[in-house]
């Protein structure tokens, strides 16, 4: 039997509280880029803190959405789980947007890690495509200063099905075993929600 973990918005804003300072003081970023959709409330909540704790105080939220597990229209079912499937971008110029910044990765939580592969390889792609519109001799330097790193707010301790490019700056909010997570924007009824998620930690 897989065993559950309720998750509520104030263990996820407390977690983000806690490892915020160190993202800030190690890869303060230019961007926030949230995954939709497990990606959009850690990105909100950690843009208030780093906009305190970093000198860009006008740190901006951008988002791509990504789907591995959830249904999307056009897609098949064998699909579901194996393919990471694109449903949002940022757009034709997405490498113009993000070339020389460093850029923050956010979502939920770290699974199989094939989203976050996705995300980072894709992106590295509209960068490339964005390098070929500037005189080779600034191209090595642009690509030195656009960097990617990753914030989940659980990382899940198993052996993952992709890899991010070594040396990427990668921050959990806690690891965690291969628990089912049950995050509040999943639930209809949100006080029973966290009275199962008080029930959990009594436990």
């Given at each position: 039997?897989?065993?559950?973990?309720?998750?509520?918005?104030?263990?996820?804003?407390?977690?983000?509280?806690?490892?915020?300072?160190?993202?800030?003081?190690?890869?303060?970023?230019?961007?926030?880029?949230?995954?939709?959709?497990?990606?959009?409330?850690?990105?909100?909540?950690?843009?208030?803190?780093?906009?305190?704790?970093?000198?860009?105080?006008?740190?901006?939220?951008?988002?791509?959405?990504?789907?591995?597990?959830?249904?999307?229209?056009?897609?098949?079912?064998?699909?579901?789980?194996?393919?990471?499937?694109?449903?949002?971008?940022?757009?034709?110029?997405?490498?113009?947007?993000?070339?020389?910044k460093r850029v923050?990765?956010?979502?939920?939580?770290?699974?199989?890690?094939?989203?976050?592969?996705?995300?980072?390889?894709?992106?590295?792609?509209?960068?490339?495509?964005?390098?070929?519109?500037?005189?080779?001799?600034?191209r090595d330097a642009?690509?030195?200063?656009?960097?990617?790193?990753?914030?989940?707010?659980?990382?899940?301790?198993?052996?993952?099905?992709?890899?991010?490019?070594?040396?990427?700056?990668?921050?959990?909010?806690?690891?965690?075993?291969?628990?089912?997570?049950?995050?509040?924007?999943?639930?209809?009824?949100?006080?029973?929600?966290?009275?199962?998620?008080?029930?959990?930690?009594?436990?």
């Amino acid at each position: 039997m897989v065993q559950h973990l309720h998750v509520t918005y104030n263990d996820i804003h407390r977690l983000i509280s806690q490892r915020m300072p160190q993202v800030a003081k190690e890869f303060p970023p230019d961007i926030l880029l949230a995954i939709g959709g497990g990606g959009f409330f850690p990105a909100r909540v950690m843009r208030t803190f780093l906009r305190e704790q970093t000198a860009n105080k006008t740190l901006q939220i951008q988002a791509i959405g990504l789907s591995l597990y959830e249904p999307v229209e056009g897609t098949s079912a064998e699909q579901i789980g194996q393919e990471v499937v694109r449903t949002q971008w940022l757009g034709t110029d997405a490498g113009k947007q993000l070339l020389g910044k460093r850029v923050l990765i956010v979502d939920e939580v770290d699974d199989t890690r094939k989203t976050l592969h996705y995300a980072v390889s894709e992106l590295q792609k509209d960068i490339e495509a964005e390098l070929a519109n500037h005189p080779e001799s600034e191209r090595d330097a642009l690509r030195k200063a656009t960097q990617f790193g990753i914030f989940v707010v659980h990382n899940k301790l198993k052996p993952k099905l992709a890899e991010l490019p070594a040396g990427t700056p990668y921050f959990s909010g806690a690891d965690l075993g291969d628990l089912w997570l049950d995050y509040p924007w999943e639930a209809i009824d949100i006080e029973a929600h966290n009275s199962q998620a008080n029930a959990e930690a009594k436990s």
